[in-house]
């Protein structure tokens, strides 16, 4: 989420007064979507994905623990934590709710301090979780998806190229010589030949669904969904030629040049064929690419 969005409260309730009142407290701090009942606010969450949700308990219908348990059996919405609120004073649905999984509870009439506070404490979990959940997924050098982001997407894509019978690309990238690079320049200056390769890959990979992520060390890996292998042989030269000509300033102004190598693997995929197979043949053509000569694209089964 962009650090100048708002969160979001999804706040159900079947009393309209209820939900005006809410809406009013919590309005100037947060993007604020209502739902009357049970079916509706199961709706909402699931297109929305509210960062907190306000559930009545006593609704008609779909009550709230109705409504909760089926939050927490969708893959979509089991994430998102509850706040139940209800108008009964009973100390047994507070514990069934808490029991159930929630993160809170706040009792009508409302207190408009105690709603903020509440709201705001589950609000600041939500978004530390986010930033742990980003930093766990981002390689801290260059700025781009680290491996366990690209072990996530590569999963979801592979899955999605099965149902639509589509192919798909991968290339396998490793700066070629990059120890002597660093013994010659400095590891500091290695850092940052990495860093113009992976903005070399974010200039040059323009569609939407392509995916690059650092798989570690000095190699880094592109996932090109719905790409056939002439098409994944053209990204893979273009990213080849522009780190060719892209030029690496030094500290004393000196301008250095680093190429790479690549391995191209296409397939389309089956429940036959495993995830690591696929990633295990890109490297065997990179590493045809690096023992050929180096700064060229290779394809398996082209050797």
């Given at each position: 989420m962009d650090k100048n969005e708002k969160n979001t409260?999804?706040?159900?309730?079947?009393?309209?007064?209820?939900?005006?009142?809410?809406?009013?407290?919590?309005?100037?701090?947060?993007?604020?979507?209502?739902?009357?009942?049970?079916?509706?606010?199961?709706?909402?969450?699931?297109?929305?994905?509210?960062?907190?949700?306000?559930?009545?308990?006593?609704?008609?219908?779909?009550?709230?623990?109705?409504?909760?348990?089926?939050?927490?059996?969708?893959?979509?919405?089991?994430?998102?934590?509850?706040?139940f609120i209800t108008g009964l004073n009973n100390s047994d649905d507070e514990k069934r709710g808490l029991k159930l999984g929630a993160v809170d509870y706040i009792s009508k009439p409302f207190d408009e301090i105690i709603v903020k506070l509440r709201v705001q404490h589950q609000i600041r979990i939500v978004n530390q979780l986010r930033a742990i959940e980003y930093l766990s997924m981002v390689d801290q050098l260059t700025g781009i998806p680290n491996r366990r982001n690209f072990n996530n997407r590569i999963t979801s894509e592979w899955g999605r190229a099965i149902r639509e019978k589509e192919p798909i690309c991968l290339l396998m990238m490793d700066a070629d010589y990059f120890k002597k690079y660093n013994d010659t320049y400095g590891h500091q200056q290695g850092d940052?030949?990495?860093?113009?390769?992976?903005?070399?890959?974010?200039?040059?990979?323009?569609?939407?669904?392509?995916?690059?992520?650092?798989?570690?060390?000095?190699?880094?890996?592109?996932?090109?969904?719905?790409?056939?292998?002439?098409?994944?042989?053209?990204?893979?030269?273009?990213?080849?030629?522009?780190?060719?000509?892209?030029?690496?300033?030094?500290?004393d102004g000196t301008v250095t040049k680093l190429t790479v190598s690549v391995g191209l693997h296409m397939h389309m995929p089956t429940t036959r064929c495993s995830v690591d197979e696929f990633i295990s043949k890109a490297d065997r053509a990179l590493y045809n690419a690096k023992n050929t000569g180096r700064n060229k694209v290779c394809v398996y089964g082209e050797e």
């Amino acid at each position: 989420m962009d650090k100048n969005e708002k969160n979001t409260v999804l706040i159900v309730d079947d009393d309209n007064a209820n939900l005006i009142m809410l809406s009013d407290i919590l309005r100037t701090e947060y993007t604020v979507r209502v739902a009357f009942d049970g079916e509706s606010a199961l709706k909402i969450a699931e297109k929305y994905s509210p960062d907190l949700i306000l559930l009545d308990i006593i609704m008609p219908g779909m009550d709230g623990f109705h409504v909760f348990n089926e939050l927490k059996q969708s893959e979509t919405t089991a994430h998102i934590p509850v706040i139940f609120i209800t108008g009964l004073n009973n100390s047994d649905d507070e514990k069934r709710g808490l029991k159930l999984g929630a993160v809170d509870y706040i009792s009508k009439p409302f207190d408009e301090i105690i709603v903020k506070l509440r709201v705001q404490h589950q609000i600041r979990i939500v978004n530390q979780l986010r930033a742990i959940e980003y930093l766990s997924m981002v390689d801290q050098l260059t700025g781009i998806p680290n491996r366990r982001n690209f072990n996530n997407r590569i999963t979801s894509e592979w899955g999605r190229a099965i149902r639509e019978k589509e192919p798909i690309c991968l290339l396998m990238m490793d700066a070629d010589y990059f120890k002597k690079y660093n013994d010659t320049y400095g590891h500091q200056q290695g850092d940052k030949a990495l860093c113009v390769l992976a903005q070399v890959l974010s200039k040059t990979l323009r569609r939407q669904s392509d995916f690059f992520a650092r798989w570690g060390g000095e190699e880094f890996v592109v996932l090109l969904p719905n790409t056939d292998k002439s098409g994944g042989h053209e990204i893979g030269e273009q990213l080849r030629k522009n780190m060719e000509a892209e030029e690496i300033t030094c500290e004393d102004g000196t301008v250095t040049k680093l190429t790479v190598s690549v391995g191209l693997h296409m397939h389309m995929p089956t429940t036959r064929c495993s995830v690591d197979e696929f990633i295990s043949k890109a490297d065997r053509a990179l590493y045809n690419a690096k023992n050929t000569g180096r700064n060229k694209v290779c394809v398996y089964g082209e050797e």
